[in-house]
């Protein structure tokens, strides 16, 4: 036979040599493979009935947890809708008086009622639980304030709770006023502080870090104070607050020889 026709065969026999190989180990890894799957299959078939055997020996148990949960949510709607809601109407209505009082600075009044309406203390304690009682917080604490009973006004400002972003920065920065008189300068500040950062604005914060730096002033911590009125001048420079605080920059650098 040629020499050529040899090499040829041997060409032939190597390539169909290799493809043997190349199927077996095709085959081998699809075998793996479907071994793989069907042990993950297995796996999630035990899960399954693991837990179908677990709730056909608790089902009298998982029943009852189920009926609790829809009658605890039934519960919560029938108490919002037929007791909480008429309460939260009836207390808005009969705060109106004590608002009327308060804007007119009767703060003895609105705190206490005239005898036919009550008062933000009466609305607190007859209609717990509602915005109008947690309002009434914040209304209290201001009188409270404005009466001298520091301590008191304190006690119902820090009660209060709200997402206004204006009310909820005047009850901390009012806190802020009754430390400062109480002489709890530290506090003071803290809650001035928190008040003009608890939601930025043009009104409040330039408002309460006036007034947290004047209070820094009369501790004499005058580079803190420095800080806070170029923090005004700086991000508030639009206010009124922004507009006068040059001379407050002035003043505490010549008093702290801060250059």
């Known amino acids: 036979m040629p020499k050529k026709m040899n090499n040829c065969f041997r060409y032939f026999r190597k390539q169909l040599h290799l493809r043997s190989i190349r199927k077996k180990l095709i085959n081998s890894q699809m075998a793996k493979d479907k071994e793989g799957v069907e042990?993950?299959?297995?796996?999630?078939?035990?899960?399954?009935?693991?837990?179908?055997?677990?709730?056909?020996?608790?089902?009298?148990?998982l029943s009852i947890i189920a009926v609790?949960?829809?009658?605890?949510?039934?519960?919560?709607?029938?108490?919002?809708?037929?007791y909480m809601q008429p309460k939260e109407k009836n207390a808005q209505k009969r705060m109106y008086v004590a608002e009327q009082y308060f804007e007119k600075d009767s703060f003895k009044l609105a705190l206490n009622g005239d005898g036919n309406y009550p008062g933000f203390l009466g609305i607190i304690e007859d209609y717990g639980w509602t915005?109008?009682?947690?309002?009434?917080?914040?209304?209290?604490?201001?009188?409270?304030?404005?009466?001298?009973?520091?301590?008191?006004?304190?006690?119902?400002?820090?009660?209060?709770?709200?997402?206004?972003?204006?009310?909820?920065?005047?009850?901390?920065?009012?806190?802020?006023?009754?430390?400062?008189?109480?002489?709890?300068?530290?506090k003071a500040v803290k809650f001035y502080k928190k008040?003009?950062?608890?939601?930025?604005?043009?009104?409040?914060?330039?408002?309460?870090?006036?007034?947290?730096?004047?209070?820094?002033?009369?501790?004499s911590q005058f580079k803190d104070a420095v800080e806070i009125y170029q923090r005004i001048e700086k991000e508030f420079y639009n206010t009124r607050e922004g507009r006068e605080v040059v001379k407050y920059i002035a003043r505490a650098k010549l008093k702290g020889n801060i250059q």
């Open 39 to 61: 042990s993950k299959i297995e796996g999630i078939e035990g899960a399954l009935s693991r837990t179908e055997h677990y709730i056909e020996e608790n089902r009298k148990s």
């Open 68 to 82: 609790a949960i829809v009658a605890a949510v039934a519960l919560y709607f029938a108490f919002n809708k037929f």
């Open 131 to 186: 915005d109008a009682s947690n309002l009434s917080h914040f209304y209290a604490g201001i009188c409270l304030k404005n009466l001298g009973k520091y301590e008191e006004a304190i006690e119902h400002l820090r009660k209060f709770d709200s997402n206004d972003e204006i009310i909820s920065s005047e009850a901390l920065g009012a806190t802020g006023d009754c430390y400062a008189e109480l002489g709890q300068n530290d």
């Open 195 to 219: 008040a003009a950062d608890n939601n930025k604005n043009e009104f409040t914060t330039p408002l309460y870090l006036m007034r947290a730096g004047i209070l820094l002033e009369q501790m």
